[in-house]
């Protein structure tokens, strides 16, 4: 008989046999357990006789995927498989990356995120309910694993580009932290998804006979506030040293909260620095195909919510590092909201959008609007725009005359409707493509197919960030950080910049392959290591130590053996 020693080396509890053992699904081999195995862990009889290796597994998974006959179902299955066999789920999805990432996140995971009461089937991660907020540490002591790296934890009220869908939001953190595991090896047993139910505001959702939600409309103000205080006592308490990522909130809570407590444990925003972390490194990339440099590039962002101006706070930082003053930085951003350019005589503009308000009497005389706003397509025809970049969640609002009139003025123009899911997209690549005689510079928020344009097949990076956030989960972990800076984030953009495949082919995508993304995160992760030792945020090791622990702590989808 195997000893409990042997046990627990080959990751199997002893006391775990039989179904028990079947239904874990971060244990269960399935038809993979080997005889010895199946003799000693009570499997005979309830497995086929054939005894399979994961490859052969794959096949017949992979088989079953392809009989699904639309997205959801895809997505639907794909959930199944994790919560059964996760070594499983994570092999088949990085056999197949590039097909299978859009199921499991951007952009099918909007719609799982609307049905998710509809399609639910197993428990995964917690349920925060503002009923229960007084009950907060004793709610995440119920988490299936006790050691956890990393939470992402959303309120489900800013989900993608579809707005508010109250606890069906938990569909992104599972998504995300899905990634961080497929790309940034997390362990999975070591990741926890929550979602705060404060409830919704969604009356398809509040109506919905199904939904499992708190059904509530959303608690607001100070009482919401003291939530997610009571929520951030309770991580620091129970989960010191866990990295926590805050993700889809609403802009007028994202903000304030990471300013509120990124000083106070291990935290980070990915709407507002994950989004401009990646958006930088596919600029960067982008500005040298051109030959200049980001200095002296005038940007044009439509969107002045929380991912819009965290991804100018990224560029302006990035433009200071190449010398511009902060004054001289924030001169070259022409931000447009729906109530058109950020000025010094709007009234309505928050603190951190101040920043970026055009001085009046730079834009005096310029045309306006019927309503007297300054439109997007006003600032274009004005000034010699070199980046495009949209994060306002309007379908189409880079129209053909906008684009063309960019392309007019400029070379190679670099242009990123970056809102997801497609259906939100500020332009369709093949149109971009188009209407700037295939010259642009293009990223999208969402996968879109490569375009032929004059006999060449051009690729459509997707500037998504998942390029980021599995990395930097990866780099924290395996350096010991203990915060998450703004040059943290830097040092990321500028790793993914320097593994871009256009500085080495300008016809080639901006952003590496899915298929390479796994070695990016390594080298993402070790320059965030880097710059944490350099703030004296984590312990001193040498560069060599440092890459060992990054490879050592990038888990792989394999099976255990009984030893």
């Known amino acids: 008989m195997a000893t409990k020693q042997q046990f627990a080396q080959s990751g199997f509890p ?80 990085l056999d197949h990356i590039e097909e299978m990432t859009p199921m499991v996140y951007t952009p099918v995971v909007a719609l799982a995120c609307q049905q998710f009461s509809h399609i639910y089937r197993r428990p995964r991660g917690l349920f925060i309910s503002y009923p229960l907020r007084d009950s907060i540490p004793a709610l ?32 992104i953190p599972i998504g995300k932290l899905s990634l961080y595991t497929l790309v940034g090896g ?35 103000g100070q009482a919401y506030f003291d939530f997610v205080d009571q929520f951030v006592q309770a991580v620091k308490q129970e ?16 903000r304030p909260i990471l300013q509120r407590y990124h000083d106070e444990l291990l935290t980070f925003n990915d709407d507002i620095q994950g989004t401009a972390a990646v958006a ?43 010398g511009l003053s902060e004054q001289e930085a924030r001169s070259h951003f022409w931000v447009v909201d729906r109530d058109g350019l950020l000025h010094s005589g709007r009234k309505d503009l928050s603190p951190e959008q101040s920043v970026y308000a055009q001085p009046g009497d730079r834009v005096s005389g310029w045309p306006r609007t019927s309503n007297g706003h300054i439109g997007l397509a006003d600032v274009i025809g004005k000034i010699e725009a070199t980046i495009l970049i ?60 490569p375009v032929t344009y004059g006999g060449h097949t051009i690729p459509i990076a997707q500037c998504n960030n998942i390029f980021i956030f599995p990395a930097m989960g990866l780099g924290v972990v395996a350096s010991g950080a203990r915060r998450v800076t703004d040059a943290m984030m830097l040092a990321a953009a500028r790793a993914l910049a320097v593994n871009s ?24 992760a070790i320059a965030v290591a880097i710059e944490a030792q350099k703030e004296g945020l984590a312990p001193k090791l040498a560069e060599d130590e440092l890459r060992q622990r990054v490879t050592a702590a990038q888990w792989i989808p394999a099976y255990p053996a009984l030893r």
């Open 140 to 171: 995440l002591r119920n988490r299936p694993n006790s050691e956890v790296d990393v939470i992402v934890v959303t309120d489900g009220e800013r989900i993608l580009g579809i707005g508010d869908q109250g606890a069906g939001g938990m569909g």
């Open 14 to 93: 002893d006391i775990l046999r039989g179904m028990d053992l079947l239904n874990r699904q971060g244990l269960n081999k399935g038809t993979a357990f080997t005889e010895e195995e199946r003799s000693k862990l009570g499997l005979h009889g309830l497995l086929p006789p054939q005894v399979e290796s994961l490859n052969e597994q794959v096949v017949r998974a992979y088989e079953a995927y392809k009989r699904k006959d639309d997205d959801l179902e895809r997505h639907i299955y794909l959930r199944a498989l994790q919560d059964t066999n996760e070594v499983l789920f994570y092999r088949l999805l």
């Open 239 to 254: 989960l010191p040293a866990t990295c926590l990522q805050w993700e889809d909130f609403a802009t007028p809570h994202a």
């Open 390 to 449: 949209g994060l306002s969640t309007v379908g189409g609002a880079f129209s053909e005359s906008i684009v063309r009139e960019m392309a007019r003025k400029v070379k190679r123009p670099i242009i990123f409707p970056l809102s997801n899911p497609t259906s939100k997209s500020e332009a369709k690549a093949d149109d971009l493509i188009r209407w700037t005689d295939g010259r642009a510079l293009v990223a999208m928020g969402s996968p879109f197919a």
């Open 186 to 220: 997390i362990r999975p047993e070591r990741t926890l998804p929550i979602v705060l139910d404060v409830g919704t505001n969604n009356a398809e959702r509040l109506n919905d006979p199904e939904y499992l939600g708190w059904r509530h409309e959303r608690i607001t």
């Open 280 to 322: 930088l490194g596919a600029v960067l990339g982008a500005v040298k195909v051109t030959g200049k440099s980001l200095k002296d590039q005038q940007i044009v962002m439509l969107g002045a919510g929380s991912a819009g101006i965290g991804v100018a706070d990224g560029l302006r930082a990035a433009m200071k590092g190449e």
């Open 501 to 524: 495949p256009a500085l080495r082919d300008p016809s080639a995508s901006l952003l590496p392959p899915l298929t390479d993304i796994r070695r990016v995160a390594a080298q993402i």
